[in-house]
């Protein structure tokens, strides 16, 4: 049976699509987005990491660690390059001050996990989400746990940043009932600098998404200096009218939750430390989408 790598799955959430969902987060993401709130999940294998703050130095990681020079020194708290994930150094460690990111499911298991949930997507219209990271570079598996799915009339959204493969996304599309499709700004040199690729692809596909699905909620994560501006924001709203199968936009404001992860060694925590916008900034934001006719929410 396929296995997927899972780094976290979330119970009771209400803001991964309509009613009360499961949000299965998966390991892996091609972009390197500084504001990322998941920046543990952009490495595709599991990863062990640590946090300095937490740590009581008791040499317990030393002791366990085949790699351990004997010296009495607890390791560094990122991964060393000889690192080889056994997670010896996680077990021991009385402070969890060293956590293993990231582990290995199968459709089986992870399906038992979102059946416990069954009676709150019965009562509340609600579902399961594959999220991340970046669901699509699990494709075998997502497809697998998607039919999974399917099989046990369980409502499915895939909250995906869209950068894949063409034939990837529309193997699963499907399977869907509904996509989060993330939109971080229009200006592709911007996007190039801030997320490491461009969005050609992500805007080509979510036309085409549009065109053979067509129930699609826009996300736009709202950064402070980068894509705020009046003219990311009418180019924005240019890509929300003009897409067909676009819903309703959804602006979900900018919080410092992932600067205070740690990053799996991805250099994810080395970002800007904007300001979180206000709630009248958002609303003002939003107020601007109305005006020209899109349906527009904050958050969800």
């Known amino acids: 049976m396929t296995s997927g790598t899972v780094f976290n799955i979330q119970n009771y959430c209400i ?3 309509p009613g009360i969902r499961t949000t299965v987060f998966l390991k892996g993401c091609p972009m390197r987005c500084w504001w990322c709130h998941n920046p543990e999940s952009q490495a595709g294998e599991p990863v062990v990491v640590g946090a300095a703050s937490r740590c009581i130095r008791c040499g317990g990681c030393t002791e366990a660690c085949s790699h351990s020079t004997g010296d009495g020194e607890p390791l560094p708290v990122a991964p060393r390059d000889e690192c080889t994930r056994c997670g010896n150094c996680v077990a021991v460690c009385p402070t969890e001050s060293r956590q ?7 459709v ?4 038992a996990e979102i059946l416990k949930d069954r009676i709150f997507f019965e009562d509340s219209g609600g579902g399961v989400t594959f999220s991340g990271g970046e669901p699509l570079m699990q494709p075998e598996f997502l497809r697998e746990t998607l039919e999974a799915c399917r099989d046990e009339g369980i409502h499915t959204a895939l ?3 869209g950068f894949a493969p063409r ?5 699963v599309a499907p399977l869907v009932d509904l996509f989060l499709y993330d939109l971080k700004m229009v200006d592709d040199e911007l996007h190039t600098r801030f997320t490491g690729v461009s969005n050609a692809t992500i805007l080509d596909n979510l036309k085409h998404l549009g065109r053979e699905h067509g129930r699609i909620w826009l996300r736009v994560p709202v950064i402070p200096g980068l894509n705020d501006t009046l003219d990311e924001q009418e180019a924005i709203a240019q890509v929300a009218a003009s897409t067909r199968g676009v819903w309703q936009l959804n602006l979900l404001p ?3 939750l992932g ?6 060694g991805n250099g994810a925590a080395d970002r800007p430390r904007p300001e979180p916008p206000t709630q ?3 609303e003002k934001m939003a107020d601007r989408y109305r005006a020209l006719g899109i349906e527009t929410y904050i958050g969800g």
Do not use: A, F, N
């Open 167 to 171: 034939e990837v996304l529309m193997s």
């Open 280 to 282: 009248r900034q958002m």
């Open 100 to 106: 293993m990111i990231g582990r290995s499911m199968t």
């Open 259 to 264: 600067s205070h992860k740690p990053s799996g």
């Open 108 to 111: 089986d298991e992870l399906m």
């Open 254 to 256: 900018y919080h410092e």
């Open 159 to 161: 909250d995906t940043c």
């Open 15 to 17: 803001h991964d699509g």
